[in-house]
């Protein structure tokens, strides 16, 4: 189980409007429960409205009651915007002043040293640290706290490598017992949009992104096949019977919607609505684990005069009625950024990565194509059910215990076995699959700090090339930081959830790059 830090935000509302208490509810070592009060500045107010002005215009929710609008501009010189009008260095200066304050409100004191003393336990586990953040305060959820960071030069919190980052919240429904799935199995549904051929275009589109297996091979093995069914505009009817009648785990919605209590509403037709509080009781009746939303009004709060309704996003809606996972859009995304972004994360989630994982591999992949200073990265949200560990499918370990020795009778005594020789150690690879870690349970053990519990994987696979058999194995990297190299003519190669073919005499290193290579070897028959 990946260690937790749960840390939850909520007004004090007798103390003061601008006075808040920052709580470690859940963390993963003794002592790292702690509590810390805080006032919400006047600096942080003027750089939330400045982002809002930037890249919301349309949306309005003010945190501080107390300060009017039309306080002057106190945000610091060097982030003002420059005379000669460059507004790309700007907007990127926001993001990185306004992530940092966010930061620094937040961990302060003791919930740093609460946060720091949670990334050394995971660290030492050799795992990553999930940190889940909930919002009690409605005004703070519209916040982007995904683009948090701790200096300049760092990666925001929802980037890094050893978090993953998402939101919860506490007042929840119980987690139901939640079947096990080998598979994706997705419901596509397109709501109402004007233009009904451009609705049919977007339709394939999304279809082909969200089933391709173009990047790892639809048929590799140990990644998860991927079976979408697409309802264009439905009746509610209709998609409530299409729910109830086959098995879904994820629930993918692409069209309008309109904000307001009770999780607003999804516009599947230009007519007919479904209301967010209906969807989730269906979503949690027949057991879906994930719902995502390529709408820009899925994770956002309705709002009334600046002050946002409570419980009014979609994404909380859903995820306080008992659906484990939502993924939504604090605001509207581009077409093209949100086809690049679903692509790598299902294929993520294809990976059998849990879902916090996908969404960060995801949000990073926008991040390098389309640059720091788009915002694009920053508008995936996601919440998780503090009771779920973010597991969609089942793990390849679990689905499959041991590869059968051969699928082909006799073949086995035909073909040459191979092995792994290091340091003057000679390890016979198994004729399934030969397990490589830190831990006792693996075939093949090395203690070493670097090299994670279940590191990598050896499969050994037989067939026929015409009549002649053929014995072939693949290294699968399973590592948590992606510490596998392989010797190529170029040097060393790092390789991370990759599935690479061994040849006779290929180099390998688990762990550190100064640890003892290992050389692949094919017996002589």
């Known amino acids: 189980m990946t260690p937790s830090l749960n840390l939850a935000i909520t007004r004090l509302v007798k103390a003061g409007p601008d006075n808040f208490a920052i709580c470690v509810f859940d963390a993963p070592y003794p002592g790292g429960r702690v509590i810390h009060d805080c006032v919400w500045s006047v600096g942080l107010t003027q750089a939330w409205r400045e982002w809002q002005q930037m890249f919301a215009p349309d949306t309005r929710i003010d945190i501080s009651p107390a300060t009017t609008f039309q306080t002057p501009n106190p945000l610091p010189n060097e982030l003002l915007p420059p005379a000669s009008g460059q507004m790309t260095n700007y907007t990127s200066r926001l993001m990185q002043y306004l992530g940092i304050s966010l930061w620094r409100w937040l961990f302060d004191g003791p919930i740093l040293n609460s946060l720091e003393g949670s990334r050394a336990f995971a660290m030492a586990r050799n795992t990553r640290l999930r940190f889940r953040l909930e919002i009690r305060d409605p005004n703070l ?19 890094s490598q050893n978090i993953l980052f998402s939101r919860t919240t506490s007042d929840v429904e119980p987690l139901p017992s939640l079947r096990t799935d080998q598979a994706l199995n997705i419901l596509l549904v397109l709501g109402a949009n004007e233009n009904l051929q451009l609705d049919q275009e977007r339709t394939a589109i999304l279809e082909q992104t969200l089933a391709d297996g ?8 140990g990644y998860a096949p991927c079976i979408v069914n697409t309802l264009l505009q439905p009746t509610p009817q209709k998609l409530i019977q299409e729910l109830e009648t086959r ?7 692409a069209g309008h919607g309109l904000r307001g209590p009770d999780g607003g509403y999804l516009l599947l037709q230009p007519d007919m609505r479904l209301n967010g509080m209906e969807l989730a009781q269906v979503l949690t009746r027949v057991g879906v684990k ?63 990565l849990p879902i916090d994982h996908a969404v960060a591999e995801a949000r990073q ?3 390098t194509v389309y640059k720091f200073n788009q915002p694009a990265w920053t508008l995936p949200v996601l919440y998780q059910h503090p009771q779920f560990e973010g597991e969609l499918i089942r793990s390849y370990d679990e689905g499959i215990t041991e590869l059968p020795e051969t699928s082909i009778p006799g073949i086995a005594s035909l073909l040459p076995t191979a092995c792994l020789k290091s340091d003057g150690i000679t390890y016979t690879l198994e004729t399934g699959v030969t397990r490589i ?38 290294l699968r990297e399973n590592s948590t930081y992606g510490t596998t190299w392989i010797l190529r003519p170029q040097g060393w190669q790092q390789i991370h959830r990759q599935e690479v073919l061994l040849e006779p005499g290929m180099q390998l290193k688990f762990g550190s790059m100064r640890s003892h290579s290992w050389e692949f070897m094919i017996e002589d028959s």
């Not at 519209?142 to 919190?157: F, K, N, T, V, Y």
């Not at 098995?247 to 993918?252: A, E, G, S």
């Open 365 to 367: 992949h926008l991040l």
């Open 247 to 253: 098995t879904y785990n994820i629930f993918f919605y």
């Open 437 to 474: 870690g830190r831990t006792a349970d693996n075939h093949i053990v090395i203690q070493e700090p670097t090299v994670s519990k279940r590191h990598a994987e050896i499969l050994c696979r037989n067939t026929f090339s015409g009549p002649t058999p053929v014995r072939t194995y693949y």
């Open 141 to 159: 959820i519209a916040l982007p706290w995904e683009i948090m960071q701790r200096e300049p030069g760092q990666s925001a919190i929802s980037l």
């Open 214 to 221: 173009s990047i790892m091979g639809s048929n590799a093995q």
């Open 290 to 352: 994930l719902a995502v939303f390529n709408a820009c009004w899925g994770a956002q709060p309705a709002a009334v005069n600046g002050q946002a309704i409570p419980c009014s996003s979609l994404a909380e809606v859903l995820i306080r009625n008992g659906v484990p996972a939502v993924l939504g859009m604090r605001d509207e995304i581009a077409h093209e950024e949100s086809l690049s972004f679903i692509h790598t994360f299902v294929q993520g989630l294809r990976k059998r």
